[in-house]
């Protein structure tokens, strides 16, 4: 099945710094990219949907300033989280869709730390 | 508007025994239906799918779950458990033909296989 790779893994940066999350589609083309949050124990929650060459669309009660979105290639969308806080701390997961919605493909998730 | 409901937030279960996980979904359209499993701080794996045909679907490491369209469910079976199937299962619907939408996922079955 399709790939998609997400990096890093793990991160600790301390508050006020910002952090890129990277997902790459590796041997498909992904004009769409969702992004999610996971805190512990819940279920993934969208934050935003990424299209290449456009703007990012967000779910209500994300900020957007604070998570930018790129999707500058049809392979590589990335999630900036700017000005982190504690707060913020999460997994964060990366999804490409399949065919007309038979299957996502997930990258392996990200565990932000804020210290 | 799509919306999953799984009924047990946590499953304790011997080892070798039977186990079933429940997932009910709502729609106004007609939906695929998803179940994927979740390691600790990894990426969600597909285990099995619903597109058409036969009810019962078959899935990957012994799974299978059933399609009961009047009931709105699809609950996910395993005859014999193991200690490797300790993790986080998560059901997921999307609408048919809708283009690239990003998959409903309920809360989460956190199942924990005991010796």
């Known amino acids: 099945g399709a790939v998609v790779s997400q990096h890093p893994s793990w991160v600790i940066c301390k508050s006020g710094t910002s952090v890129k999350i990277e997902c790459r589609s590796l041997d498909f083309q992904a004009t769409t990219m969702f992004w999610y949050r996971q805190f512990p124990k819940q279920s993934l929650m969208l934050m935003a949907t990424?299209?290449?060459?456009?703007?990012?669309?967000?779910e209500q009660g994300v900020e957007k300033d604070k998570f930018l979105i790129n999707h500058a290639s049809l392979t590589l969308s990335t999630l900036t989280v700017t000005s982190a806080h504690p707060e913020d701390s999460s997994f964060y997961i990366c999804?490409?869709?399949?065919?007309?919605?038979?299957?996502?493909?997930f990258g392996q998730g990200t565990r932000l730390t804020v210290v | 508007a799509q919306s999953v409901t799984q009924l047990d937030s946590q499953v304790p279960v011997f080892e070798e025994a039977p186990v079933e996980l429940r997932c009910n979904y709502s729609?106004?359209?007609?939906?695929?239906l998803f179940w994927y499993v979740q390691y600790p701080n990894q990426g969600l794996q597909l285990l099995l799918k619903?597109?058409?045909?036969?009810?019962l679907v078959k899935g990957i490491n012994g799974f299978e779950a059933e399609f009961n369209k009047s009931q709105t469910s699809f609950h996910l079976r395993k005859p014999s458990v193991h200690i490797s199937d300790t993790a986080e299962y998560f059901c997921a619907v999307s609408p048919r033909n809708s283009g690239n939408t990003p998959l409903v996922f309920g809360k989460g079955t956190r199942l924990s296989v005991i010796a």
């Open positions: 729609s106004s359209v007609s939906v695929y």
């Open positions: 619903y597109l058409s045909g036969s009810t």
């Open positions: 999804s490409a869709p399949g065919q007309v919605n038979t299957e996502a493909f």
């Open positions: 990424s299209n290449e060459g456009s703007k990012a669309t967000y």
